[in-house]
T-cell receptor, first 110, second 114 residues
């Protein structure tokens, strides 16, 4: 089974850095995804981690610790357009689908 | 770019009606999925399919059925719509056989059952 936990809401200031955490418990971990979803739109893929460590992609980075069942998404130089929900999703061995957390709604304020 | 198209953006149906939600993808993906998204509950998997005519139940299949007659098309059917099926429905597709293949989502269908 899986138990994926992330904060419900966060607020941060334009230009700042924000870290969105995700913890999970799952059998047969096979990778962790982060998605961004703007209000009324489809989720879009941001990052994938399967090995421990930090993956950097422009202003966004994602970190994974498999031993701790923990990941975070780091957003730097926040822009107003980063206001969105951020979804953490876990892949399990042998499963074709992903298991999603409830998402973190990030509000960027001026 | 992968395109996943859902036939309707908004739908309003009456209790007891039969409802069809259609989804088409243009990247020859083997896997297709139907999720519903509700506030505080996140994305929950209803059904998925990994090949034509194949289907697997997800976490909340009750009250729903699916059809995959062609590789590019995956339909979600509400046999007799009920008010608790009012939700945002998201279709997604992905490549099979690659564990890091991300899901590609359609823009969603917001269904209201009155």
């Amino acid at each position: 089974g899986q138990n994926i936990d992330q904060p419900t809401e966060m607020t941060a200031t334009e230009g700042a850095i924000v870290q969105i955490n995700c913890t999970y418990q799952t059998s047969g971990f096979n990778g962790l995804f982060w998605y961004q979803q703007h209000a009324g739109e489809a989720p879009t893929f941001l990052s994938y981690n399967v090995l421990d460590g930090l993956e950097e992609k422009g202003r966004f980075s994602s970190f994974l610790s498999r031993s701790k069942g923990y990941s975070y998404l780091l957003l730097k130089e926040l822009q107003m357009k980063d206001s969105a929900s951020y979804l953490c999703a876990v892949s399990e061995e042998g499963a074709n689908n992903l298991f999603f957390g409830t998402g973190t709604r990030l509000t960027v304020i001026p | 770019d992968v395109k996943v198209t859902q036939s309707s953006r908004y739908l309003v149906k009456r209790t007891g009606e039969k409802v069809f939600l259609e989804c088409v993808q243009d990247m020859d993906h083997e896997n297709m999925f139907w999720y519903r998204q509700d506030p505080g509950l996140g994305l929950r998997l209803i059904y998925f399919s990994y090949d034509v005519k194949m289907k697997e139940k997800g976490d909340i299949p009750e009250g729903y059925s699916v059809s995959r007659e062609k590789k590019e098309r995956f339909s979600l059917i509400l046999e007799s719509a009920s008010t608790n099926q009012t939700s945002m429905y998201l279709c997604a597709s992905s490549r099979q056989g690659s564990y890091n293949s991300p899901l590609h989502f359609g823009n969603g269908t917001r269904l209201t059952v009155t």
